[in-house]
């Protein structure tokens, strides 16, 4: 597995380390390097920051050969798709016509035009890569978890057809065959729509006496 710490007063680090214990975790980068993925071809996917913007960058597993996947500013790494041909991102892209708008986007890591998905939704495929998940609803009174919708994904393609607008709302995405809504947002998804994991936060809180003198 590859993930990233970070301790109180110090830059990020990336780690990598066998899920079987048979060794101890291995640092691979400590000057800021955060959301790690792996990617295609063996290379370990991140975001490289100069102090001043975020790009999506790759490595080799030693930590050397870096270089940038995208050469304009990124906000954050979404996903990487399980065939790993696919990142999806928050970003600006430059023939973004709007200034400031915050695009999902997935980028195809071996070159090649970015496919729209939405403006700021979450996204994210099923571990076999059959479903694509795109979020409809964001958190609110009338959806408190907000809604999700899962696509089927074509055989042999990566991502389904989506509208060259991006999806807008549910009506788009329905309009795709085969897809259907899920009441629920920010999902772990499994192997199909109805399995699926997600954090259920709860308060809990106690009823003190104070006596007034």
């Known amino acids: 597995m590859v993930f990233s710490t970070k301790s109180a007063g110090q830059a990020s680090q990336l780690w990598l380390a066998p899920l079987d214990r048979s060794a101890p975790p291995r640092r691979i980068a400590a000057t800021g390097e955060d959301v790690p993925f792996f990617g295609p071809n063996g290379r ?3 975001r490289l920051t100069d102090g001043k913007a975020h790009y999506l960058a790759q490595m080799g597993r030693d930590g050397g050969n870096r270089t940038k996947v995208l050469p304009f500013p990124v906000i954050d790494i979404v996903a990487i798709s399980p065939n ?19 695009d999902t986007m997935a980028f195809p890591l071996a070159g090649g035009p970015p496919r729209l998905i939405c403006h700021g939704c979450e996204a994210t495929w099923s571990p076999d890569g059959k479903y694509f998940y795109v979020g409809i609803d964001p958190p609110s ?4 978890t907000g809604r999700m ?13 989506l509208p060259a607008s991006g999806i807008r709302g ?5 309009a795709i065959p ?21 954090v259920k936060a709860a308060v809990h809180a106690n009823l003190f006496r104070i006596e007034l003198r």
Request: aromatic content about 8%; hydrophobic content about 35%.
């Open 44 to 46: 370990v996917l991140f």
């Open 84 to 102: 790993r041909r696919y990142a999806i991102l928050f970003a600006g892209t430059p023939e973004s016509k709007m200034k400031d708008q915050v």
């Open 141 to 144: 009174r009338d959806h408190p």
């Open 149 to 161: 919708v899962a696509i089927p994904v074509p055989p042999g393609e990566t991502l389904p057809p």
């Open 170 to 174: 549910e009506a788009d995405a329905l």
């Open 178 to 198: 085969g897809s259907q809504t899920i009441e629920q947002g920010e999902i772990a998804a499994g192997p199909d729509p109805s399995i699926y994991a997600y």
